[in-house]
């Protein structure tokens, strides 16, 4: 693990090659949850695609949350985009997943503030996020509403 930035409660470390398979599994259970339009990876496929993208240079990015107990408790993956609209470099929030048991404590919204600060260190014009549709997911846009997010239909933009 890379550098970590502590909180109240949680933690939040920048993933670094050895924490690939825990990426994976953070990422699978998301996937499994909210990915309904196609089949989940095969495990052996969605370990093998994160320890490729974190060993790459450094477009594709992983942070992990963990609570005061060392339990990880959250993920989110960010990759490095470029558009005119977007005047140059941009992130896009790709997955963001919290435990069941720790959601609305606190993990989301520390991990966004991460990555808000990734984004002003890289120097990108904004964050995206794409997220499900229909209200099962209102709870979802909720929460990117709160966090400063705004568009139409699932696909958000903050302005950094």
């Known amino acids: 693990m890379k550098e970590a930035v502590a909180h109240a409660d949680f933690t939040i470390v920048e993933a670094g090659e050895n924490d690939a398979d825990l990426v994976a599994i953070m990422v699978d259970r998301l996937l499994r949850e909210v990915a309904q339009w196609r089949e ?3 495990d052996e496929d ?3 695609v994160c320890r490729e993208l974190l060993a790459e240079d450094g477009r594709f990015q992983a942070l992990l949350a963990f609570d005061g107990a060392r339990r990880p408790v959250g993920v989110m993956t960010l990759n490095e985009a470029v558009a005119l609209y977007a005047n140059g470099r941009f992130g896009i929030i790709m997955e963001l997943y919290v435990v069941p048991d720790a959601r609305s404590a606190g993990v989301g919204e520390r991990l966004v503030a991460e990555a808000v600060r990734i984004g002003a260190e ?3 014009s904004l964050l995206e996020v794409n997220i499900p549709d229909g209200a099962e997911w209102a709870r979802t846009r909720a929460f990117y509403d ?3 997010f705004i568009g139409a239909g699932g696909f958000l933009k903050r302005e950094l």
Do not use: K, N
């Open 46 to 48: 969605i370990h093998r």
């Open 146 to 148: 709160r966090e400063g």
């Open 40 to 42: 989940p990876l095969s």
């Open 122 to 124: 890289r120097g990108w």
